[in-house]
Structures are given as C-alpha cells and as structure tokens.
C-alpha cells in the first residue's frame, strides 16, 4: 500500500513561464530553497543529483533518475534496494488555469515495506520542503 506527500499552489503566472523556471535547473538556487542545488540533463533515465534540505540548513545528496520529462510534467524516482523494500516517485505537474494562471502539483509517491518508516520519520519535513519550493516557485515566476 503505497502512501503520498504533496503541495501544490495556484500562481499567478501563464503555464510557460513557470515551466521554464521549473526546468532551468541551473537556477534553484536563486528560488528553491529545500532543493537548492540540482544538476541534470533531465532526459529519461539520467541522474539527477539534488542537494535537499530536510532538516533545518544541513543538505542531503541525493541522487535520482528521470521518469518523466514532457510538457508541463517533470518527474524522477529512486528506490531503496529491490523495489518491494521501498520506491519513490516525485512529479511535479503543471496545469492552466485558463485565466493566465497556473496550478502547480509536488507530490512523492512511496510504495514498498519500509513506506511506513520512512513517510513516519520524513513525511512533515518532505511536506514542508514541498511547500517552501511551492512558494518559492510561486514567488519567482510573479516577479
């Protein structure tokens, strides 16, 4: 039984303009605070290797694999030994409002045995994470 961790926001942006943001890695530094650092040519089954802030302002490496990279939909995945132990997948997903505004959906979605443990003892700083890089993005594609 699988389990999810997710923000989304409403911004106040055409669907192009937060898209480009969000695939212009070489930028989150300047606006993503929970994964300030990712490095990727974002085709489907390269790394992408992130630097995530969890806890406080200690970065973790983490290294992932593109999943899906088509328009308006980004995703990367990892798993923790055989896939039945634990997986993950991240997408991040954009949808037009119609009105020259944009929804913007985070969400991991976690399978496996040690699912449990790990959303117990990550889950609220994940969310958090999540939602800090929801505004984020929010914030720099209004500017």
Same mark, same amino acid.
């Given at each position: 039984?699988?389990?999810?961790?997710?923000?989304?926001?409403?911004?106040?942006?055409?669907?192009?303009? $937060? !898209?480009?943001?969000?695939?212009?890695?070489?930028?989150?530094?300047? !606006? *993503?605070?929970?994964?300030?650092?990712?490095?990727?040519?974002?085709?489907?089954? %390269?790394? $992408? $290797?992130?630097?995530?802030?969890?806890?406080?302002?200690?970065?973790?490496?983490?290294? %992932?694999? $593109?999943?899906? *990279?088509?328009?308006?939909? @980004?995703? !990367?995945?990892?798993?923790?030994?055989?896939?039945?132990? @634990?997986?993950?997948?991240?997408?991040?997903?954009?949808?037009?409002?119609?009105?020259?505004?944009?929804?913007? @959906?985070? %969400?991991?979605?976690?399978?496996? !045995?040690?699912?449990?443990?790990?959303?117990?003892?990550?889950?609220?700083?994940?969310?958090?994470?999540?939602?800090?890089?929801?505004?984020? @993005?929010?914030?720099?594609?209004?500017?």
């Amino acid at each position: 039984m699988g389990k999810c961790v997710r923000a989304e926001i409403t911004i106040d942006a055409p669907i192009d303009r $937060v !898209w480009q943001i969000l695939v212009d890695l070489d930028l989150y530094p300047q !606006w *993503n605070p929970f994964t300030p650092s990712v490095e990727s040519s974002l085709e489907i089954g %390269e790394a $992408v $290797v992130m630097d995530v802030r969890l806890v406080g302002d200690r970065l973790m490496r983490r290294v %992932e694999y $593109v999943t899906r *990279n088509e328009p308006y939909i @980004l995703g !990367w995945e990892m798993q923790m030994g055989p896939r039945f132990l @634990l997986h993950a997948e991240r997408c991040q997903v954009l949808t037009a409002q119609g009105d020259g505004r944009t929804h913007y @959906l985070s %969400e991991d979605r976690f399978t496996g !045995w040690l699912t449990p443990l790990v959303v117990g003892l990550l889950g609220g700083a994940m969310r958090r994470g999540f939602g800090d890089c929801a505004w984020g @993005l929010k914030k720099r594609a209004e500017s």
